[in-house]
Nanobody, 117 residues
Framework: QVQLVESGGGLVQPGGSLRLSCAAS????????MGWYRQAPGKQRELVATITKGGSTNYADSVKDRFTISRDNAKNTVYLQMNSLKPEDTAVYYC???????????WGQGTHVTVSS
């Protein structure tokens, strides 16, 4: 089993920056990739960014060039650096981990990000 603990959400002004953190524990050896998803009220959950165990990254078009996903293997932690934040970035952000064993997908509890003046 994998446990994911998120932190870093909060209120930020448009144009500001915020960094989200996701610390993984448990069967870390089974994780093949991690990422961030978000869900705004009344909308479907969408992919924001992913990073594989090998370091390959992928971004949604809406956040490309503004957000950066990174990892710290020593701390078993994945980060999402969010710059030039816009009101439309407001959502609950969820950390995700993919595993090669069941249940294959793990989720954090979610952290709120509100971009407003």
């Amino acid at each position: 089993q994998v446990q994911l603990v998120e932190s870093g959400g909060g209120l930020v002004q448009p144009g500001g920056s915020l960094r989200l953190s996701c610390a993984a524990s448990g069967s870390i050896f089974s994780i093949s990739a991690m990422g961030w998803y978000r869900q705004a009220p009344g909308k479907q959950r969408e992919l924001v960014a992913t990073i594989t165990k090998g370091g390959s990254t992928n971004y949604a078009d809406s956040v490309k060039d503004r957000f950066t996903i990174s990892r710290d293997n020593a701390k078993n932690t994945v980060y999402l650096q969010m710059n030039s934040l816009k009101p439309e970035d407001t959502a609950v952000y969820y950390c995700n981990a993919n595993s090669w064993v069941r249940p294959y997908y793990y989720w954090g509890q979610g952290t709120h990000v509100t971009v407003s003046s």
